[in-house]
């Protein structure tokens, strides 16, 4: 192939070759924009590597340093210095696919028990309700908690909660 037949550096690479990213919710796929477009701080099109950090890490990839250099090897631009909206779509899209719902469950009781207690309590759902503006009487908070705390402790542990989680599935 001569130089005119190159591609330029900021195709992707196997763009032609390489299969449809994974079917994920239109959120998914809105949240993954946001968070492109949030750290295309030139409005260039492209991320670099430090941008790309920041945005997986925004979605909930910490990546680390030979991971980014992997992912930009495989899904950036020839000279793999960026990657497009495109490409971060795609690597971002098989990445969300192949989280195990559980795991990312367990890392959500976790987050909600603050302080390792190993159970949910009406304090803690006060207190999201709160952050998230929501204005829940106590007593339809314990309701909420009653409802699912089979071992009648006051509180749904673990186990329960990745019932309620998995339940609708």
């Known amino acids: 192939m001569n130089d005119f037949n190159q591609p330029p550096a900021t195709q992707q690479r196997f763009s032609n070759t390489r299969q449809a990213a994974p079917k994920i919710s239109e959120d998914r796929l809105n949240e993954i924009k946001e968070a492109f477009d949030l750290f295309d701080t030139n409005k260039d099109g492209f991320i670099d590597y430090f941008e790309l950090k920041v945005a997986m890490r925004a979605l909930g990839f910490d990546q680390k340093k ?6 930009l090897e495989t899904y950036g631009t020839n000279d793999n210095s960026r990657i497009s909206m495109e490409g971060f779509t795609r690597v971002m899209s098989e990445m969300i696919s192949a989280r195990d719902p559980v795991d990312e469950y367990k890392k959500a009781f976790k987050l909600i ?3 390792n207690t190993g159970k949910i309590t009406a304090s803690h759902l006060r ?4 952050e998230l503006g929501e204005d829940i009487k ?3 908070l314990q309701a909420m908690i009653d409802e699912f705390d089979v071992d009648n ?3 749904i542990n673990e186990e329960e909660f990745l019932r309620i989680m998995t339940s609708g599935n």
């Not at 030979?66 to 992912?71: A, C, P, S, T, Y």
């Not at 207190?127 to 709160?130: D, E, L, S, V």
């Open 127 to 130: 207190r999201i309700a709160k």
């Open 153 to 155: 402790d006051g509180g």
């Open 66 to 71: 030979d991971e980014l250099f992997r992912v």
């Open 138 to 140: 106590d007593d339809e």
């Open 113 to 115: 028990d603050e302080h």
